[in-house]
């Protein structure tokens, strides 16, 4: 694809965007009515401000899932602390509630507009960002080329692509370079991620590590840890988290093959998408297995099965009521998910082999005795029997992880470091409008 092309394409879509701006209303309906957005804040999708914007320099900081938001919490904290205002923008009603629980009022929360020029317009005519920064993977060439377009500064923090990205981007380089030339500073999560962004045009580019190393375990409401601890007492235990379609079931049978060989066995299930609850109760009913929903408050019995942690926020809890746990979206999804919160929590981990997106994570766990990839439903039970039988090599395990992730820790600080060009201006800003207000 040639240079000209793809700026013809670009513009096309800007075009494009603001022809479908009027069509888009039944679509985020849709989502509405799934629990996907948040109905009384469906306004500020299409740009539209609920909160005024304060005096001074503003940092706009977008980080679209829960896994971003818990990712970006340090950082965010950091450059608060600079006296710098940070407007922190969410996509999902769920990472929204993480924002809150995380950083409260300390921060102006907004849902991010919806990637069509109006809607993007009408929040930079509004909040005037004189930085933004963007968590991971997250490229939308409407915002993009807005920001492009008004001078403001783009950084990426803990950027990274995966294989199928970075495939699809490969194919069409004009477009990317096109896209990726607007970034002012990637700050890659590992060098393979480094290398990709150069590869598509992206400059500077700088490798940090990853920010999730660098941020504290998952909370823990104490007294409802308490209250299940004492409901499980003395029994085994192995999760199964974050997992897709098609992995829960393949737990309820690991259970099933194991059980008898560990009697009282409970296995812990927590799907990455707790709206998936009544079919999978469905399905375990199926399989005549006992099921207790954390969701439902149903207290866990000497004959349950299966505790179903079918509510957001609650990682914490659940890793914490065991020494096992197998990270899902790697045997019948792709990607994987986050192993560093298990490894904090001190369990072992296991996955599947399908781990692309947190490759180097993982790369590091195995290489340190952290974790163990399987290959199927027959050798993950293997991988539990095993570690529920051997106590000894269970710890060895728990403690390899530990030290994996200390290993791994410094993210953030280069972070800081790799923005100080972008946020110090913003800082004497601040400091002499707070200055001349006095």
């Not at 991971?136 to 008004?150: D, F, K, Q, V, Y």
């Not at 590869?199 to 490798?207: E, I, K, S």
């Not at 599947?352 to 050798?379: C, H, I, P, T, W």
């Not at 095993?386 to 200390?406: C, K, P, Q, W």
């Amino acid at each position: 694809m040639s240079e000209r092309r793809a700026r013809t394409l670009l513009s096309a879509y800007r075009f494009f965007g603001a022809a479908a701006y009027p069509l888009i209303g039944p679509y985020v309906a849709w989502r509405t009515a799934k629990g996907k957005e948040d109905r009384a804040r469906s306004r500020e999708r299409y740009g539209f401000a609920s909160k005024e914007r304060p005096d001074g320099p503003l940092i706009w900081v977008h980080a679209a899932s829960i896994g971003e938001m818990i990712a970006v919490v340090p950082l965010v904290e950091s450059i608060l602390d600079t006296g710098v205002n940070i407007v922190l923008t969410t996509g999902t009603v769920t990472s929204a509630k993480v924002a809150d629980e995380r950083l409260g009022e300390s921060v102006i929360h907004q849902y991010v507009p919806l990637d069509l020029k109006p809607a993007v317009s009408r929040f930079l005519d509004h909040w005037r960002p004189d930085l933004a920064v963007i968590a991971e993977s997250e490229i939308w060439p409407m915002t993009i080329l807005e920001l492009g377009a008004r001078r403001v500064p783009q950084v990426l923090v803990n950027g990274r692509l995966s294989d199928r990205s970075f495939a699809s981007w490969k194919k069409r380089p004009s477009l990317a370079e096109a896209l990726f030339e607007n970034l002012a500073h990637v700050i890659a999560q590992s060098e393979v991620d480094g290398d990709r962004f150069r590869a598509l045009g992206a400059r500077p580019v700088t490798v940090s590590g990853n920010l999730k190393v660098d941020t504290p375990p998952p909370p823990v409401d104490e007294k409802a840890l308490a209250a299940l601890q004492k409901q499980i007492g003395a029994r085994p235990t192995w999760a199964a988290v974050s997992t897709h379609d098609g992995e829960e079931l393949i737990a309820a049978e690991v259970h099933v093959t194991l059980r008898h060989r560990h009697p009282g066995l409970l296995t812990i299930v927590v799907p990455r998408h707790p709206d998936r609850a009544e079919a999978l109760l469905a399905a375990f009913d199926g399989m005549e297995l006992k099921v207790a929903r954390r969701s439902k408050g149903e207290r866990i019995e000497a004959d349950t099965d299966i505790l179903l942690g079918d509510t957001v926020g609650e990682m914490g809890l659940y890793l914490r009521l065991t020494e096992i746990a197998f990270v899902g979206r790697s045997l019948t999804s792709e990607g994987g998910q986050n192993p560093l919160e298990p490894a904090m929590l001190e369990t072992a981990v296991l996955a599947g082999r399908n781990v692309q997106n947190f490759r180097e994570s993982y790369q590091k766990l195995l290489d340190s005795g952290g974790a163990k990839l399987v290959r199927d439903r027959n050798m993950l039970a293997g991988a539990v029997n095993f570690l529920l039988s051997n106590e000894a090599a269970r710890h060895d395990m728990i403690a390899a992880g530990a030290a994996t992730v200390e290993e791994m820790r410094g993210a953030l600080a280069r972070t800081l470091k790799a923005l100080e060009p972008f946020i110090q201006p913003l800082i004497l800003k601040a400091r002499l409008k707070s200055a001349n207000g006095k």
